[in-house]
Structure formats: C-alpha cells, structure tokens
C-alpha cells in the first residue's frame, strides 16, 4: 500500500475530527460567556425554520358577543381577535482562513501544527459569530452596536466616546462600521476600520476610507458593521438583516398606530402584541422587578428570568445585602439541555413566584428584560452557529479564488420569536 502524504485534503479531515460533536463545540465556543444565548430555548432541528417564513399566531382579545340581555349577546358579536406575526429567518456569517503555506509545512511531526492554527482559527470564529448573536438578542434588527457620544476628526483618524460606554463589548480591532444618522438609517458611503479599544472608557479610534466623511459620522450618530444593514437602511422588519432581539419584540417606547412588526400592526393592543413597559427608574431595583413583573401577572403571565448588565446586578446584589439568595441556572441547547453549562444568578421573590436574574453584558444599561421563557424560542436551520458545509459531509476546505488558501465558512440561519409578548416586560432601572 502507497504511503499517504499529509496534504490539504487530510489535514482538513483531522482538523474536522475536533467538531464532530456538536454539543461540545457549542457549550465552550458558543455558550460558555453568553447567558442569554445558552438559556433561551432552542429549536435547531432541520424543520426549525423549514419554509420562508415562520407564522407566528396569537389570540389577543376574545369574542365579545356576550351580555346578560340575549339580544344585546346577539347584536355585539364581534370575532376572537387574532394576529400572526410571519416572521423570516436572517443570516450571518464568519470566514475562517488558513493559508496554503501552513498545509503544506504541515508534513509528517509537523502535522500537529496544522492542528493548532487550524484548530485556532475557527475557534475564533465561532466566537466571533457566537458573540454576534448574543448581541443580536438583546436588539432592536436594525444592526446598531453603539451611538456615538462624543466624535472627533483628524485627517483620517477618527476618534470616538461612546454615548453608553458600556456598549464597547461590541466592538472589537479590526471591525469595519459604518454610521446612521437614526437608528436603522441609511448608511453612511465612509466606512472606517477599528484601530484601538479602550474598554475601560469607551473609546474607539478609527481610520477613515475618507478625509472627508459622510454627513452620517457625527455625535448621536449610530454605528453598525458593514454588511449589517442594507443600503437603504433598516427601517421596519422586512429590510431588517439582523436577528430582531428583546428590544424589537418589547420596545420600551410603545409602538403608534402605523405600526407594522413583522406584519403587525401593535398599537391596536400594545400589551398583548408588544410586551409591558415599566419605569422603574424611581425606585430600587428590586422594588422594580416586583412591580414589573405584577404588571406581567396582572396580564396573565408568570416570568422567571431577568437579564440585566453586569452594573445593575452588582447594584441589585448589594441592595439585598444579606437577603441576597444564589441559584444556579442551566442552559438549553436544544437537544434537551446544557447539563454541564451553568449561570449563577440572584432570586427575587414576586407575585407569581420567584425570578432568577442573570448578568449578560449585552444587555443595555439600565434596562432589563423580564421574560417567560417558554413562549420564547430562538429557531434555526441547524445549529446557531454552525460550519457550513452545501451539502457536502463533515467540515470541508473551500479554495479562496484571490489567495493562496483555503476558507472554512461559520454562520447561521436564525430569528428569535415570542408567541405572547405581552407575558414579557422590559424595565427601565434607577443603576
């Protein structure tokens, strides 16, 4: 038998021995520091978003043909109220490359160095992508990272503060944005390339493609990745490009009579169609958790978890002082649970139960989100993220036309859906 050289072909194989399991490659890539992506409920299944839509049905008012005068129940008739929000999946991607001179100076003792980049390459970019979405959950579609607080130009050297210095999670070297001038507004043509993060103040410094950039990079602009939002921008459901997170689903802003979330006109019933709204922001936190989710009992829902950023758990946990109680929270995979993934969280005691808050730092500050998680589900064709194969087994190398390599192709194709928004409330806190 003819010995076998190490080459291109075998070295992707060995490479795809180390994501055959799935389930391992999600809890320590995907899940491990995102929260809110490891516990919402799942449903990665081939049929998870088979189709080119995913209606979403609900009954918000019931029929009113009733009365203690029979002819007066016959006259008032009116039908059971009825909406379906028809929801379209969006996708994403993330490209890991590795050059062809690495395959070929992996030969004989040196193939475990192939391992090694190849291996760090794509563990990089299922974090990248995985980090991605966890933002994506907690947003509005419209692909915005981050607004611009303070903005200064010298010749091609942009300089920014973020307005919310805690949205710098977002960012990272080497992200390409572009600006908005709104929130899911057009584009700006300039783009500009993140040279320096400073995590500490919320800096950004950037490089310009242009001296003179467009009128869209100014203070209280907004900043998307390129690609993130199309070029007439992002400005209802059907032009978004990006997962519809928390803040799409139960906007803190109620919506207006015009309306249309994925079809729907939410203003006919903003509760039942768009979430409750509390302002808790004049009182404790705890104090607002307990009253908001009275809010949510009141419309018939019983929500057991809370998200909220790193700054408003620390502030909760030392308002409890020596009342403060620690749970331990496991997450969803869809295939029946994370067993060996777990969160640490605080319990509040409410009106229907206790409630278990989680710190996520994609969660924008001063705000939390209370939910019910089993009308929640995040769906997929396959898993969210997953190497990409067209058709073909196992994980497999694709030549790049422009270069000496070979690329591996992450991504997903997902959105997140809610069938009772109104059992769900976003908060606004006082930290």
């Given at each position: 038998?003819?010995?076998?050289?190490?080459?291109?072909?075998?070295?992707?194989?060995?490479?795809?021995?180390?994501?055959?399991?799935?389930?391992?490659?999600?809890?320590?890539?995907?899940?491990?520091?995102?929260?809110?992506?490891?516990?919402?409920p799942?449903?990665?299944?081939?049929?998870?978003?088979?189709?080119?839509y995913?209606?979403?049905?609900?009954?918000y008012?019931?029929?009113?043909?009733?009365?203690?005068?029979?002819?007066n129940?016959?006259?008032?008739?009116?039908?059971?109220q009825?909406?379906?929000?028809?929801?379209?999946?969006?996708?994403?991607?993330?490209?890991a490359?590795?050059?062809?001179?690495?395959?070929?100076?992996?030969?004989?003792?040196?193939?475990?160095?192939?391992?090694?980049?190849?291996?760090?390459?794509?563990?990089?970019?299922?974090?990248?992508i995985?980090?991605?979405?966890?933002?994506?959950?907690?947003?509005?579609?419209?692909?915005?990272?981050?607004?611009?607080?303070?903005?200064?130009?010298?010749?091609?050297?942009?300089?920014?503060?973020?307005?919310?210095?805690?949205?710098?999670?977002?960012?990272?070297?080497?992200?390409?944005?572009?600006?908005?001038?709104?929130d899911?507004?057009?584009?700006?043509?300039?783009?500009?390339?993140?040279?320096n993060?400073?995590?500490?103040?919320?800096?950004?410094?950037?490089?310009s493609?242009?001296?003179?950039?467009?009128?869209?990079?100014?203070?209280?602009?907004?900043?998307?990745?390129?690609?993130?939002?199309?070029?007439?921008?992002?400005s209802?459901?059907?032009s978004?490009?990006?997962?519809?997170?928390?803040?799409?689903?139960?906007?803190?802003?109620?919506?207006?009579?015009?309306?249309?979330?994925?079809?729907?006109?939410?203003?006919?019933?903003?509760?039942?169609?768009?979430?409750?709204?509390?302002?808790?922001?004049?009182?404790?936190?705890?104090?607002?958790?307990?009253?908001?989710s009275?809010?949510?009992?009141?419309?018939?829902?019983?929500?057991?978890?809370c998200?909220?950023?790193?700054?408003?758990?620390?502030?909760?946990?030392?308002?409890?002082?020596?009342?403060?109680?620690?749970?331990?929270?496991?997450?969803?995979?869809?295939?029946?649970?994370?067993?060996?993934?777990?969160?640490?969280?605080?319990?509040?005691?409410?009106?229907y139960?206790?409630?278990?808050?989680?710190?996520?730092?994609?969660?924008p500050?001063?705000?939390?989100?209370?939910?019910?998680?089993d009308v929640?589900?995040?769906?997929?064709?396959?898993?969210?993220?997953?190497?990409?194969?067209?058709?073909?087994?196992?994980?497999?190398?694709?030549?790049?036309?422009?270069?000496?390599?070979?690329?591996?192709?992450?991504?997903?194709?997902?959105?997140?859906?809610?069938?009772?928004?109104?059992?769900?409330?976003v908060i606004?806190?006082?930290?």
């Open positions: 038998m003819p010995p076998v050289f190490n080459n291109a072909t075998n070295q992707i194989a060995a490479l795809k021995e180390l994501y055959d399991n799935p389930t391992e490659y999600m809890k320590d890539l995907v899940y491990k520091k995102n929260p809110m992506l490891a516990i919402i799942k449903d990665e299944s081939p049929q998870g978003f088979a189709g080119k995913i209606p979403v049905p609900l009954i008012g019931t029929p009113q043909g009733r009365s203690a005068t029979f002819a129940a016959q006259l008032n008739q009116t039908p059971t009825m909406q379906s929000f028809f929801v379209f999946r969006v996708s994403n991607y993330v490209i490359s590795i050059s062809n001179e690495l395959l070929e100076a992996a030969t004989g003792q040196n193939a475990g160095a192939f391992l090694d980049e190849g291996k760090l390459q794509v563990d990089a970019s299922f974090r990248s995985s980090n991605d979405l966890a933002g994506d959950l907690f947003r509005s579609g419209t692909g915005t990272r981050g607004q611009i607080g303070t903005y200064a130009l010298v010749g091609t050297v942009i300089t920014i503060v973020l307005l919310d210095t805690n949205d710098i999670v977002q960012f990272e070297v080497g992200m390409t944005l572009v600006a908005t001038a709104t899911g507004g057009v584009p700006s043509a300039t783009t500009a390339q993140v040279t993060v400073n995590r500490s103040t919320g800096q950004l410094i950037l490089l493609s242009s001296a003179t950039p467009s009128a869209q990079w100014a203070a209280l602009s907004f900043l998307v990745a390129q690609g993130d939002i199309g070029a007439a921008g992002a209802g459901t059907t978004f490009l990006k997962v519809a997170g928390l803040a799409a689903w139960l906007p803190f802003i109620a919506p207006v009579t015009g309306d249309s979330f994925w079809g729907v006109d939410r203003s006919v019933d903003v509760t039942r169609l768009a979430g409750v709204r509390f302002d808790g922001s004049g009182e404790s936190i705890e104090e607002a958790l307990i009253d908001g009275s809010l949510v009992a009141r419309e018939g829902g019983a929500p057991e978890m998200f909220m950023n790193f700054a408003s758990y620390s502030a909760l946990e030392k308002e409890l002082g020596s009342k403060v109680q620690y749970v331990d929270v496991r997450g969803d995979d869809g295939e029946g649970g994370m067993g060996d993934i777990a969160f640490k969280g605080i319990t509040v005691h409410a009106p139960g206790p409630i278990t808050v989680i710190p996520d730092r994609n969660c500050q001063q705000m939390c989100y209370l939910l019910e998680l929640w589900k995040l769906r997929s064709l396959g898993k969210a993220p997953h190497i990409l194969t067209y058709g073909m087994e196992g994980l497999e190398g694709l030549r790049v036309g422009t270069a000496d390599a070979l690329e591996i192709r992450i991504g997903y194709y997902a959105n997140l859906i809610t069938s009772a928004p109104g059992w769900n409330c606004r806190l006082s930290a």
